[in-house]
């Protein structure tokens, strides 16, 4: 393949000069995570973390998935800074640009080739499904696992042993999904070395260990229904098709509006064509897509090393892609969050295609048209998903309670909190109280809002519709307003 080569494209430009305009259009196009607010986990986590230590890191004793590296350390952490939420954010965006960049380097050293490494890592850092991962403060566990899990597997292949085993035990104290890893890593340590390393062997006892762990915990977690285990093999394909279709760029709401995978969209999914914002989303995307199909075909119809090479891309891909979505596949709750690793291996394929085209001259045009094209079709799927994911609703919503509950006098002699439902209220779910009650995570609100007040009860009229004396009552339409 063409080594890529940007002072033979645009003169006097390198890698290393460009990198500070693309950090920048990144922060532009995800720039809305700094305008979300506290809601829903981040109370949870905010109230848990307020006396943490070394003890409460490590114990397994705990009703929730065990996470303490991005949950209780990470909130923990933003109680002490300045302008916490902004700085959260600022912390986000830091983590998964490293997150990035070891990315880079990671592709860079297992296949040798620059133009693959740039492409598929620009392809990666703009996907619009970062959304899911760089908005809310919560979901900061998928980005440090990211982030933890390139960066060992570079050092790694580096032979910095010390430095691969350290994040990838960071890495499991964020997510389990770091537990797939060991098998990656020696698989690629093999093909690149042609033999074993005893350090291998600490990558499985540490991953054995937390097995283990991660059992414990869960026995002792209540357990949703909507992540409960189905050995199904009917959700398995339906949702591995969900997940590969979002990769390739498909809108999240879409599985909420179908039937089966095969069935056409029903109901108010048309009316989202009625704004111009998802019109430019979505035919793009159908324009990229469509054009990448094309040059998938004329590759693979031209018998050479590239037909062999992007077919191998395309087989190794997918089949790692599935490999970290594995664990998601038996349960009905379906998140672009997971997207996280898996979407590396799509970028690759796709990375694997800009290279091949970029090293025939007369098909670089094409390149730059159809990275432009990501780019614009990707920008409008990020404001359509901070629509979509209705962060937006949830923070003003936390926003707007912050403004309530700073009246003092109002509360000052209050027993507890009752949550009341509007008097006209069509869906119960998004306008009344039970809405009010997700976002702000039951009680867990109030060691943010009232932290004098560890006495403070607070009820909500979808649980209890008669208000307990003492209450002081906060209608719903106060905290939505429309």
């Not at 090393?305 to 190794?316: A, E, H, P, S, W």
């Not at 404001?383 to 936390?398: D, P």
């Not at 809405?435 to 006495?455: H, Q």
Request: aromatic share 20%; proline share 5%.
């Amino acid at each position: 393949m063409y080594k890529f080569s940007l002072t033979k494209f645009v003169p006097g430009c390198s890698l290393k000069k460009l990198t500070p305009y693309i950090v920048f259009l990144f922060v532009i196009f995800f720039f809305g995570a700094f305008s979300t607010y506290y809601f829903n986990d981040d109370f949870y986590f905010l109230k848990i973390s307020r006396n943490f230590n070394l003890t409460t890191f490590i114990s397994p004793f705990r009703t929730t998935f065990y996470r303490p590296l991005p949950t209780e350390f990470f909130y923990f952490f933003l109680q002490k800074l300045p302008y916490p939420m902004i700085t959260g954010h600022l912390i986000v965006f830091a983590v998964f640009l490293i997150g990035v960049y070891f990315l880079y380097k990671t592709i860079q050293e297992i296949t040798k080739n620059n133009s693959l490494s740039i492409f598929s890592s620009i392809l990666y850092l703009f996907h619009f499904s970062h959304v899911y991962q760089l908005y809310w403060l919560a979901t900061f566990q998928e980005v440090a696992q990211f982030a933890l899990l390139t960066s060992s597997l570079y050092y790694l292949l580096r032979k910095k042993f010390t430095l691969s085993v350290v994040m990838f035990t960071l890495a499991l104290f964020s997510k389990e999904q770091a537990l797939l890893f060991p098998l990656i890593a020696i698989s690629f340590y093999y093909l690149r070395y042609k033999k074993p390393h005893p350090i291998l062997f600490a990558y499985l006892i540490l991953d054995f260990f937390f097995i283990g762990l991660h059992l414990f915990v869960n026995s002792r977690a209540p357990v949703l229904s909507e992540y409960a285990i189905h050995l199904n093999p009917k959700l398995f394909i339906n949702n591995s098709l969900w997940y590969s279709l979002w990769s390739l760029g498909f809108p999240a709401m879409m599985p909420d509006y179908m039937r089966s995978i095969f069935s056409l969209p029903f109901g108010a999914f048309w009316d989202y064509f009625k704004q111009p914002m998802f019109i430019m989303y979505f035919f793009g995307m159908i324009l990229y897509l469509g054009m990448m199909m094309v040059s998938i075909i004329g590759i693979l119809l031209v018998k050479n090393k590239d037909r062999t090479n992007l077919v191998r891309f395309i087989i190794g891909g997918s089949v790692l892609s599935l490999y970290f979505l594995f664990p998601v596949l038996p349960i009905i709750h379906k998140w672009m969050v997971r997207l996280t690793i898996p979407l590396i291996f799509i970028s690759v394929v796709e990375g694997c295609v800009y290279a091949i085209l970029w090293s025939q001259k007369k098909k670089r045009a094409l390149v730059v048209f159809l990275l432009v094209l990501y780019l614009v079709w990707n920008y409008f799927g990020i404001k359509q998903h901070e629509v979509i994911s209705t962060y937006a609703l949830e923070s003003s919503i936390t926003q707007n309670a912050a403004l309530v509950f700073s009246d003092v006098r109002r509360f000052e002699n209050c027993q507890s909190l009752y949550i009341q439902n509007p008097k006209q209220m069509k869906m119960s779910s998004w306008e009344g109280s039970e809405k009010i009650a997700l976002t702000l995570s039951g009680e867990s609100f109030v060691s943010y809002y009232f932290p004098k007040r560890n006495d403070l009860r607070v009820f909500y009229a979808y649980k209890t519709p008669i208000i307990p004396k003492g209450s002081c009552i906060v209608d719903s339409n106060e905290l939505i307003k429309k």
